[in-house]
């Protein structure tokens, strides 16, 4: 699963500040951010989740 976040400014232009991975490695699950200022991904292991069937846009 990949994605993007972004900022939208006061002109309501868009800035892509992280892009973002849900990978599986070994068995186990990590969200990979990459920032713009960064050029390695940091991982962040997946340590809980909680289901729900909510579906839609935040």
């Keep these: 699963m990949k994605g993007l976040a972004y900022r939208i400014g006061p002109e309501g232009t868009k800035t892509v500040t992280e ?4 990978i ?3 068995g186990e699950i990590f969200y990979l951010a990459k920032m ?8 962040f292991k997946l340590t809980t989740a909680i289901l729900s069937s909510h579906r ?3």
Excluded: D, E, F, I
């Design 19 to 22: 892009s973002l991975r849900l």
């Design 24 to 26: 599986s490695m070994k």
């Design 36 to 43: 713009g200022y960064n050029p390695l991904s940091v991982a």
């Design 56 to 58: 839609g846009r935040c």
